[in-house]
């Protein structure tokens, strides 16, 4: 504890004592292992994406931070304190409920949402050294796995295509380059267009927590926005409505005879 400039006992406060001890029980409670940012970020309970904390201890999601939200229960049933804001990037103890700001945390806000700059990028195909997840395995960037949830092995194979097309992943590496974009008011397709960025700045990440990356969310926008005629939970060729008509006139032809 540092020495106080106007006298020494005020440092031992009882509420600045009680501060210094919960931060430095929750640092040591933070579990990287379990953190997962490749899935929709919905709150685990009320599945709402609005307002919503990482724990840091368990990785789970949940929604707001005051007395009655599902995080603030979480952090007192639980006993879990540190909980991160998936859209201002700002840490918390629950339920105490004050702000977090430590370097040794940064690590986390990278791994959410990754940043690169010009002088990396260029570097992007010269490089050949090897990164170490949290984990200890050792990954080349842009060469990870991307999981294979149930049926979707075809679009990973053109999603790990797509990020390795240098002009293509260089444009979506820099998020600055389309998050200004100006578009038609309603316009859904924008979400796409960030999902791509997002997962591209996953696959070139040389600090991730593991080796394999999750296209979930990329995923899952593709299916809201082909109207779902593209799947994850099965595989194929894309089906005009003609096709799905032409199958089920044949499947009744059959059952009729």
């Given at each position: ?11 031992f ?5 009680a501060?210094y ?5 929750t ?23 609005l ?7 368990c990785?789970k999601y949940?929604q ?5 939200s599902h ?11 540190v909980f ?11 339920p ?23 002088e990396?990028?260029g570097n992007?195909?010269?490089?050949t050294?090897?990164s170490?997840a949290?984990?200890g395995?050792?990954y ?9 949830i149930?049926?979707?092995?075809y679009c990973?194979?053109v ?11 260089n444009?979506?590496l ?7 974009i100006k ?10 267009v960030?999902r ?5 700045r996953?696959?070139?990440?040389p600090?991730?927590f ?23 939970t ?21 059952k009729?005879?």
């Amino acid at each position: 504890l540092k020495k106080c400039l106007l006298c020494f006992e005020c440092v031992f406060n009882s509420e600045f004592t009680a501060k210094y001890i919960i931060s430095t029980k929750t640092f040591s409670s933070v579990c990287r292992s379990l953190l997962d940012f490749d899935f929709e970020k919905l709150c685990c309970i009320s599945l709402s994406n609005l307002n919503v904390y990482a724990c840091l201890v368990c990785g789970k999601y949940f929604q707001g931070r005051g007395m009655k939200s599902h995080a603030y229960t979480h952090s007192v049933q639980d006993s879990h304190h540190v909980f991160l804001n998936l859209d201002s990037k700002r840490f918390y103890c629950l339920p105490d409920n004050y702000q977090i700001i430590d370097q040794s945390l940064e690590d986390i806000v990278y791994v959410l949402n990754p940043a690169f700059v010009s002088e990396h990028i260029g570097n992007l195909d010269k490089s050949t050294k090897l990164s170490r997840a949290y984990d200890g395995t050792t990954y080349l960037p842009g060469i990870v796995g991307l999981n294979n949830i149930k049926a979707n092995d075809y679009c990973n194979v053109v999603l790990q295509a797509l990020s390795h097309v240098a002009p293509l992943r260089n444009y979506f590496l820099r998020e600055e380059n389309y998050r200004n974009i100006k578009r038609p008011p309603g316009d859904q397709m924008f979400l796409l267009v960030q999902r791509f960025g997002e997962l591209l700045r996953k696959l070139w990440n040389p600090r991730n927590f593991k080796a394999h990356v999750s296209p979930h969310e990329m995923l899952q926008a593709v299916v809201l926005l082909s109207k779902k005629r593209f799947q994850i939970t099965e595989q194929g060729l894309y089906q005009s409505k003609e096709d799905e008509q032409k199958k089920l006139m044949e499947s009744e032809e059959f059952k009729g005879q």
